[in-house]
């Protein structure tokens, strides 16, 4: 089976539609595919929850031809989804890719991530209000996720935003202690969304990290 399959996993506020225009801007052997991660019934979630919820719709899914690339609160699940594929002795995807994704614990209190957020991304005002809703919960769940401090192996490639007030060095750089290999690390300039406001720089650096055919690429964990 030749090319790429990339699952996307949305930021806090986000939805798995966001990533359709990334189709035409990758090469033709990639296949683009948003991860539904968030049930939205109004029901409490965490990041756990989530990623139990994405590895169901990812069941069927060959792995080994696979990349995986989560935003903000969308890197939380992507990593806690790898962290169960490890514990199920699972195929890992051949690369996982997180952008704008503070380490687990790096964060301020919910509050003050919101407060620097909201300063740095306003929403804009034609917005309905359950987007605001939403984006504060997903913010509320990123603060709260503390897996643990193991360092799997599962090397990880991490972008920020030069910008990014939210999600600076320091905070990206302590991902350190949750993986094996150290985390390659990559930059776009933007802010914290900067996948949607520099989109045409961040494909640029996107499409240099996702694997054209990633048959053979895939890490067993068994292995």
Same mark, same amino acid.
């Given at each position: 089976?030749?090319?790429?399959?990339?699952?996307?996993? =949305?930021?806090? !506020?986000?939805?798995?539609?966001? +990533?359709?225009?990334?189709?035409?801007?990758?090469?033709?052997?990639?296949?683009?595919?948003?991860?539904?991660?968030?049930?939205?019934?109004?029901?409490?979630?965490?990041?756990?929850d989530?990623?139990?919820?994405?590895?169901? +719709?990812?069941?069927?899914? =060959?792995?080994?031809?696979?990349?995986?690339?989560?935003?903000? $609160?969308? !890197? %939380?699940?992507?990593?806690?989804v790898?962290?169960?594929?490890?514990?199920? !002795?699972?195929?890992?995807?051949?690369?996982?890719?997180?952008?704008?994704?503070?380490?687990?614990?790096?964060?301020?209190?919910?509050?003050?991530?919101?407060? /620097?957020? =909201?300063?740095?991304?306003? $929403?804009?005002?034609?917005?309905?209000?359950?987007?605001?809703e939403?984006?504060?919960?997903?913010?509320?769940?990123?603060?709260?996720? #503390?897996?643990?401090?193991?360092?799997?192996?599962?090397?990880?490639?991490?972008?920020?935003?030069?910008?990014d007030?939210?999600?600076? /060095?320091?905070?990206?750089?302590?991902?350190?202690?949750?993986?094996?290999?150290?985390?390659?690390? %990559?930059?776009?300039? !933007?802010? %914290?969304?900067?996948h949607?406001?520099?989109?045409?720089?961040? $494909?640029?650096?996107?499409? %240099?990290?996702?694997?054209?055919?990633? =048959? #053979?690429?895939?890490?067993?964990?068994? #292995?």
């Amino acid at each position: 089976m030749a090319g790429t399959t990339l699952y996307c996993f =949305h930021h806090a !506020g986000g939805t798995e539609w966001q +990533f359709r225009s990334w189709q035409s801007r990758l090469q033709a052997s990639v296949r683009v595919i948003g991860v539904p991660v968030e049930c939205r019934t109004g029901e409490v979630q965490t990041i756990e929850d989530m990623a139990a919820r994405a590895l169901e +719709f990812l069941k069927s899914a =060959h792995l080994p031809t696979a990349a995986f690339y989560g935003h903000s $609160m969308g !890197g %939380h699940v992507a990593y806690e989804v790898c962290r169960l594929l490890l514990e199920r !002795g699972l195929d890992l995807p051949s690369a996982v890719i997180l952008g704008g994704s503070p380490a687990p614990g790096s964060l301020p209190d919910s509050g003050e991530a919101l407060r /620097i957020l =909201h300063e740095t991304e306003p $929403m804009p005002a034609f917005l309905p209000g359950y987007i605001a809703e939403r984006t504060a919960a997903g913010v509320r769940r990123a603060c709260a996720y #503390s897996p643990p401090r193991d360092k799997i192996p599962l090397q990880l490639d991490l972008i920020r935003g030069t910008k990014d007030t939210l999600v600076n /060095i320091r905070r990206m750089q302590q991902w350190e202690e949750y993986c094996g290999p150290t985390p390659r690390y %990559h930059q776009v300039v !933007g802010g %914290h969304l900067f996948h949607r406001t520099a989109l045409d720089d961040f $494909m640029t650096v996107l499409e %240099h990290l996702v694997p054209l055919n990633a =048959h #053979s690429a895939g890490t067993a964990a068994a #292995s």
